[in-house]
């Protein structure tokens, strides 16, 4: 069996080292990251397993926290030596377990390994220490990949970093950034690896597929459980006898009921699109989720949503009705008026179908009403899922900040295909739950419809 590729992961101080590798091995719990200077006192490691087998091997090295006295403490290259004896000769003193403990471990790694990615902080400004660090490294006598991290915060000094690199003669370089990295930057990387290590090609080239692979079933997996929240939402159906319709205590208990079902299913596909990315529950309450922290259960239900959904999807009649066939049934469940109820139901019967609507009749007919979730509703989950998995493929295990699910949200309109896709399951509220071949092709359709949008 071929031993795993080892590549560490060098740097100074805070350039985003940890944050890089949880990003590129997708566990958010990898290392620690933190502000404060020197977080990574020792060299971890983490194995991408392909096929049962480790094929590479990624290396957290502690950060180089004085690289000047570093230089001097290695002294002059002599004749007789090349530049890694000289790092061996260095290892071997006492300076090396004592006042430079913390970088014999770091160069200690690249005697050993088959490459490095020297990760960068572009924001800092390229001064005397970052110059001795770059000298050392390229010293070691094994390949080095600048990787110019936080490209994209405006204080980025790339140009700078690029032209002190060229000097090393590191002309090939990999822009990234790992709280929000491209969407080529990761193959963009492992090419580079590629070029700087021939002899592992091969290798390498079934990581870059196995990552791809990985890449095409976690999109598969999100649009799948994405739909089939949506069916189960639009399938969710509870019927009102007579004597419950005329106590409004009962009827609002039973209103309020539907509701926080309706809460509860979207807040667990959040929960299984979380872990589908490799994120964790606090990682979303970080970043302040509205399913996480309760807004959503007002936002979701707020007559300015379902307006706002509403008319963007032209509704007409079924504007604002969240729950049921009326809207005061959706914000208090003060009322279910015959008039009222037949009005909403003519309205949404061309989005939701005869036969829903031949079934709302005979339910008026007999005294009864059946509790459901209207377009508006279902739209504005399905545009909050949606964008909730297109900004977690977007977003770096390095990220702290807020989801913005607003600016990730497709407008309403684009959603119309997705609701006709979604309209089969109207009829079937055993739907909810469990599975059939008609589900089954149901949900191929919605899948189909949110490839489209994704």
């Not at 009102?240 to 596909?269: G, H, N, T, Y």
């Not at 079924?318 to 729950?323: D, F, H, K, L, R």
């Not at 009322?335 to 005869?354: E, P």
Request: charged share 25%.
């Amino acid at each position: 069996m071929a031993e795993p590729i080892a590549i560490a992961v060098v740097g100074h101080t805070n350039a985003g080292k940890t944050s890089l590798l949880r990003t590129l091995t997708r566990r958010r719990r990898f290392g620690e990251v933190s502000p404060r200077p020197g977080t990574t006192r020792h060299v971890e490691a983490v194995d991408l397993v392909v096929d049962g087998s480790a094929a590479l091997r990624w290396l957290d090295t502690p950060g180089l926290e004085d690289p000047i006295g570093l230089r001097d403490a290695l002294g002059p290259l002599r004749a007789d030596m090349t530049p890694p004896q000289r790092i061996r000769a260095f290892l071997a003193t006492r300076a090396a377990q004592e006042a430079f403990e913390q970088e014999a471990k770091v160069l200690r790694t690249l005697l050993e390994i088959d490459a490095a990615l020297f990760v960068i902080d572009c924001r800092e400004p390229v001064v005397a220490k970052f110059r001795s660090e770059v000298e050392i490294l390229a010293s070691c006598g094994k390949p080095v990949l600048p990787v110019l991290n936080f490209v994209l915060d405006p204080q980025s000094r790339e140009a700078a970093w690029s032209a002190l690199l060229a000097d090393f003669a590191l002309h090939a370089q990999v822009r990234f950034d790992a709280v929000a990295p491209f969407d080529d930057g990761q193959a963009q990387l492992y090419a580079s690896l590629q070029a700087l290590l021939p002899q592992r090609q091969a290798a390498l080239r079934a990581v870059t597929a196995f990552l791809d692979r990985e890449r095409e079933a976690r999109d598969e997996a999100a649009l799948r459980l994405i739909a089939d929240a949506l069916l189960a939402l639009a399938a969710m159906r509870v019927t009102l006898s007579r004597d419950e319709l005329a106590a409004p205590p009962r009827k609002r208990q039973i209103v309020e009921a539907f509701r926080a079902e309706v809460l509860q299913r979207a807040r667990r596909a959040v929960q299984d699109l979380l872990e589908i990315h490799a994120f964790a529950r606090d990682d979303a309450e970080l970043a302040m989720l509205p399913w996480l922290d309760g807004r959503w259960a007002t936002d979701l239900f707020h007559p300015e949503t379902l307006r706002d959904a509403g008319v963007r999807l032209g509704k007409g009649a079924a504007i604002g009705a969240g729950i049921g066939l009326a809207a005061d049934v959706a914000l208090a469940g003060l009322s279910l008026g015959a008039a009222a109820a037949l009005g909403a139901t003519l309205g949404g019967a061309a989005s939701q179908g005869f036969g829903t609507l031949g079934r709302r009749l005979a339910n008026a007919l007999q005294g009864r009403e059946a509790l459901s979730l209207e377009d508006t509703v279902v739209l504005v989950v399905a545009q909050r899922l949606l964008g909730l998995h297109r900004a977690l493929c977007a977003r770096g295990h390095a990220a702290d900040d807020r989801v913005d699910l607003e600016r990730a949200a497709l407008p309403a309109e684009q959603f119309q295909p997705v609701l006709r896709a979604l309209q089969p399951a109207r009829a079937h509220a055993d739907w909810v739950e469990g599975d059939s071949p008609r589900r089954t092709i149901a949900q191929r359709a919605v899948i189909a419809e949110l490839r489209t949008l994704g």
